[in-house]
């Protein structure tokens, strides 16, 4: 062939045989095109086989690839058919592997996700609230709604469509830096913590090849945790009285101060506390109480205890109530109100929100404490004007700080460490421990109460420093003797003569509070 035999086969649309230039290399037509074969024998077969060349070029035929191209391309074929490398088979092979490569491509792709997309699924396998198959629960009480609402403030609008495999430790860094430059270094430790857990769950899952934070640590973000230990001195708790009612704080929460102090209950245990009645259904309760955040738990004051059947260690506790604890929920019990729905009833709620149906919040009270410990110029809109009343001789306290301070004074009077976690309701640290020791020291935590409670009366009832005995008020108000509390059985004065009959006959409590209160040591 030559060039011009070529060209005016090209244009002959009368011509259709094939155009043979030798040594197996053909012009062929196809439909409007003409492609240039080589003309094969297979060797198992002896069969005559037609081998497209130049196949993965759209335009590999005439006059895209000239002669000299088609002859260049045959030579090469040939000289791989003499190697012992068939050249069709070597296309069919090339064919599977790119399909297959393909395939994979396509179900890598369906499998990728974007990291809005593993947030959803980490969260409803693993946030969600739920029971195991040991009774405990697992998951998180909000079931993920503080992660998310941080999630959707500072994820979300900068890689929530990105695929999480694509995701690098830069990208997730440039996230933390930038809540680390707000000065919320509490808040950027959290953070990393929870991108952590999701990337740890993708991995698990093979939705991706690695966890990008496995390398960083809380120094390179917010630094170290700092462990929180401020504790009130002897002198700041005799401080107390005098700021609390410098403060303005209502009655019930000035009372809820002298409580946590006395018993050393968390917050959401205090809050969710409700005057034992049998005729009250305590499933209603905690379906109220677990909707507002708190740890229902039944006060009762005939048996002088505070039964919380559910608490934060998932375990039930039970507190006894000193002298000095039964006189601060004897002033909670003369504010309770009359029921929405039943004026002959009391609101159950010891801490009732502003619409009586249930327990206050559990940030308010941290609110109002916090409201009274700041400077006037940040002080919030409608907050106490008593801006700096709380404010002790040591600075800012917290209702946990309460908490530490009870187990602090418990130590200080000589309550061995062992009893005042019982008290407090820890986790024993030791598994071991926790498997094997299955007393709760029950003697020994009301004896520990009543010396606590012994204790912050004695404090209050010292005069505080620089000022003498006659200008104190508080130790009358905590001047109620052991030996007279000791016989309380008074329940809240509103309640109706029913529910207060109820209160004072032993026979239907323990049933109603799910504790043996007749095993109690009396």
Known sequence: MTALAVKRYADDRSVSAPLHDGGGLYLRKRDASALWYLRLTEPATGAQQWHRMFPDDPLGGYPHRSLLDARAEAKRLWDLRSEGTDPRALRLKTIATRRQADLDEAAAEKRKVTVRVLFERWCAVDLQPRVGTDGKRIGRKDAGAYTRAQFERRVFPKIGHSAADEIKRGDLLELLDAVKSEGKLRTANILLTDLKQMFRFALARDLVLRNPLDTVAKRDVGGPSVQRDRVLTVEEIRQLPGSIEASGLHARFAAAIWVILATGVRVGELLGAVWLDEERDPAELK????????????????????HLPETKNQRDHTIHLSAFAIEQFEKLAELTVASNDDPDRSVPWVFPNMANDGPVGVKSFGKQLSDRQKTPERRLPHRSKATTSLLLSRGRWTAHDLRRTAATRM???????????????????????????????????????????????????????????????????????????????????????????VRTEGTALTAHSGVDFDKWPQ
């Open 287 to 306: 379906t109220i109480a677990d909707a507002s955040g708190v740890k229902l738990g039944f006060v009762n004051l005939k048996r002088r205890t505070w």
């Open 411 to 501: 130590a200080e009077i000589g309550i061995s460490g062992d009893v005042i976690d019982e008290c407090l309701n820890h986790m024993i640290e030791s598994r071991v421990r926790r498997t094997y020791i299955r007393d709760r020291r029950i003697t020994e935590q009301r004896k520990a109460f009543d010396a606590l409670g012994a204790r912050i009366h004695a404090l209050l009832a010292a005069p505080a420093s620089g000022k003498p005995e006659s200008q104190r008020r508080v130790g009358r108000r905590h001047g109620l003797s052991e030996a007279r509390l000791a016989t309380a059985t008074s329940s809240p004065k509103h309640l109706p003569q029913r529910s207060r009959q």
